[in-house]
């Protein structure tokens, strides 16, 4: 005997199974990194924070595990020019900071990922700011 409920589960299944790829796979338009500041003062200690957003509902997030990053001056055409990136406590919820050593005034560029609790995909995002004197 045939059910006719079977296609109707067997449709239930395949909806689920797209609506969880496509909540896994929007982390990386739900989320984002921002510059706190676009120009930071050069020198060694140098802090970069960062804001991560959660663009669904504006709110800050907190607790994102933040496992790469990298800072050179790609914007000025060198980017093997890298500097070493420090993490540093957070002192404001969803802001994320790191000490650098900006070792000259210019264009650097700051590359972070993340991973967001809850989801699958990492965050990432190449941030652009100015080293002022």
Do not use: H
């Amino acid at each position: 005997m045939k059910s006719k409920f079977f296609p109707r589960a067997a449709m239930l299944a395949l909806a689920s199974c797209i609506v969880a790829f496509q909540a896994a796979k929007a982390v990386q338009e739900d989320y984002e990194f921002q510059l706190v500041k676009n120009e930071i003062k050069e020198g060694n200690g140098a802090v970069v924070a960062v804001r991560l957003l959660d663009k669904r509902t504006g709110a800050p997030v907190n607790n994102a595990v933040v496992f790469a990053t990298r800072m050179d001056m790609a914007p000025d055409g060198m980017e093997a020019m890298t500097a070493p990136v420090e993490v540093l406590p957070s002192v404001e919820p969803g802001i994320y900071r790191f000490k650098t050593n900006l070792m000259m005034a210019g264009g650097w560029r700051f590359s972070i990922a993340a991973k967001v609790q809850g989801e699958t995909e990492t965050v990432e995002r190449r941030l652009e700011f100015e080293a002022v004197q």
